[in-house]
């Protein structure tokens, strides 16, 4: 079975970036380490171009790449309704 068809809907975690792009992605993990999924990726069904592999970077369809890294992306912080905030006497 694919990776990809145990995913149920498209959550990126990651931004991918390199000079002069930033591309959100999903993390999945694979054999060889995180399979980096694009939203393009997943809607179309296809297994993932980038991968992260340990201890040896971010390769594309098997190349290495220079000057590409991943961000996570920055959680929402929920915040309680002040009217409940204030009646907790």
């Known amino acids: 079975m694919r ?5 149920i809907m ?3 975690t990651h931004l991918l970036v390199s000079r002069s792009r930033k591309t959100p992605v999903q993390l999945v993990p694979s054999s060889s380490g995180l399979m980096l999924l694009t939203e393009t990726e997943f809607q179309a069904g ?3 171009a980038f991968e992260m592999r340990p201890r040896l970077g971010i390769f594309c369809k098997g190349v290495p790449l ?3 890294s991943l961000q996570p992306l920055p959680t929402p912080v ?8 204030g ?3």
């Open 3 to 7: 990776f990809i068809e145990v995913l």
């Open 10 to 12: 498209f959550h990126p």
């Open 46 to 48: 296809t297994d993932a």
């Open 66 to 68: 220079v000057g590409y």
């Open 78 to 85: 929920s915040v309680a309704p002040a009217s409940a905030a």
């Open 87 to 89: 009646q907790s006497r």
